[in-house]
C-alpha cells in the first residue's frame, strides 16, 4: 500500500468521524430544543404573532455554499457537489421546516440536495437586505431552517440573529462551516455553535 493511498484513506476516515461528530451534536442540540417546547403548533389558523409565541425555540443552520467553479454566476465543482451532499446527508435526519438560499447557482445547488430530500422548496432571499430577512426569519413560525449563503453574508446574517460569527470566512479555501443558532424566543437568548463539515 502506498503512502498516498494510505493518505487518502486517512483522509476519509477523518472525514467520516467529523461527520459523525457534526451529527451527534446536531441531533443533540436538536433533543435540547424539542424539550423546551411546551406544545406543537394547533393545526387551527392563527396569527403570526400567536405562532411565534408557540415556538418557544428556532433552531437555524447557516452555512457558505459548497467549491464553485470560476465566473460570474458560477456552478458547483465536482467537491462542491459532493460537499452538498454530505450536507444533505448531515441533515436527513433533521425535519427541516424551511430552506433559505440566496437566488445564485452556487448557493442553490448547495441547498438542492437537502431540499430534495426533505420535499421542500428553497426560497431566495436577497443578500442585500440581510437586516431585514435576519428580521423576518426571528418572526416566522419555522423551527428548523436551513440557509445558505455567502463568505460575506454568512457571517453578518450569523451575527444579525444574535449568533457568535468567529473569524471572517477565508473567501478563496474555506467552504466548510456550519453554523447552528438555537434562538429561544420564552427566554429571548441565542445560543451557537460552529462545526466543520
Do not use: C, W
Not at 452555512?63 to 446527508?89: C, M, W, Y
Amino acid at each position: 500500500m502506498d503512502s498516498h493511498y494510505r493518505k487518502q484513506l486517512n483522509r476519509r476516515y477523518f472525514t467520516g468521524l467529523l461527520m459523525t461528530f457534526g451529527l451527534i451534536t446536531i441531533l443533540a442540540i436538536l433533543m435540547f430544543s424539542s424539550g423546551l417546547i411546551a406544545a406543537e403548533i394547533s393545526n387551527t389558523k392563527k396569527t403570526n404573532s400567536e405562532q411565534l409565541t408557540d415556538v418557544k425555540t428556532k433552531t437555524i443552520f447557516l452555512v457558505r455554499h459548497a467549491e464553485k467553479e470560476s465566473g460570474n454566476d458560477p456552478f458547483l465543482t465536482a467537491e462542491g457537489k459532493i460537499r452538498a451532499q454530505n450536507l444533505s446527508n448531515l441533515l436527513q435526519s433533521v425535519p427541516l421546516d424551511a430552506i433559505y438560499s440566496t437566488d445564485y447557482n452556487r448557493t442553490q445547488d448547495t441547498a438542492k440536495p437537502t431540499a430534495s430530500v426533505q420535499s421542500l422548496t428553497i426560497t431566495s432571499y436577497n443578500p442585500r437586505k440581510l437586516s431585514d430577512f435576519a428580521t423576518a426569519i426571528k418572526a416566522n413560525h419555522h423551527q428548523r431552517i436551513l440557509i445558505v449563503g455567502h463568505s460575506n453574508t454568512t457571517p453578518e446574517l450569523v451575527s444579525l440573529l444574535g449568533g457568535i460569527a468567529e473569524d471572517e470566512i477565508v473567501e478563496a479555501t474555506e467552504f466548510n462551516r456550519l453554523y447552528i443558532l438555537t434562538i429561544d424566543h420564552q427566554e429571548q437568548q441565542t445560543s451557537s455553535v460552529l462545526l466543520r463539515y
